[in-house]
């Protein structure tokens, strides 16, 4: 890597990371039902378009750490170690699926390319903050679903904890794919990525 590219690669990664930090404390704001939404992976969808997996995986692992320091009380009460692995885990595999999954079909169709990501972002994110759920704070989980009325721990999650949260994100995500791949088509053509 050339050194112009070695820097248009720092910046970039370095503005996105910013973005990622603004748009998760934004989302502190936004909530449907219990937890609040994700706002950040269209940033890191464009960081491991642009610059592959492994900047995915960092911006996926700044988002857990952001997750982490300001809405996980919650879970860190009942299991520090499992929050902090549920938290950066969930992100960086969100981050990693969705540069793997461009790179693998961008060659194709870009803009197919960055849907399959944006659906795999959420998906990888929702499905390890489940499994998280499921090792690590199942007995809360119970607990927590009886005090609100869910016939099952599994229902809580499924409806109480991530239904809303998970589709606004799928949604947000791929209402702003045709931004997104402008965003790339520009950031290649002038030789940013």
Do not use: H
């Not at 996980?72 to 595999?93: E, Y």
């Not at 099952?152 to 997104?180: D, H, K, R």
């Amino acid at each position: 890597m050339n050194t112009q590219k070695k820097t248009n690669t720092i910046v970039g990664l370095g503005l996105l990371t910013a973005i990622v930090i603004v748009l998760q404390a934004l989302a502190l704001t936004v909530r449907f039902g219990v937890f609040t939404i994700t706002l950040v992976l269209a940033p890191i969808i464009v960081g491991a378009a642009l610059y592959g997996w492994w900047a995915g995986a960092w911006l996926g692992f700044v988002f857990g750490v952001v997750v982490l320091c300001t809405d996980a009380q919650a879970f860190l009460a009942v299991n520090v170690p499992g929050t902090v692995i549920t938290c950066i885990m969930k992100g960086m595999c969100a981050g990693i699926a969705a540069g793997i999954i461009y790179n693998l079909v961008s060659s194709k169709n870009r803009f197919i390319a960055v849907i399959l990501a944006g659906i795999a972002a959420p998906v990888t994110n929702t499905g390890l903050f489940l499994l998280g759920c499921v090792l690590f704070f199942m007995d809360t989980i119970n607990e927590w679903a009886v005090a609100s009325g869910f016939p099952s721990a599994g229902n809580f999650l499924i409806f109480g904890m991530v239904g809303a949260n998970f589709f606004v994100e799928l949604i947000i995500n791929l209402a702003l794919s045709t931004a997104i791949v402008q965003i790339i088509g520009i950031a290649k053509k002038s030789n940013v990525a």
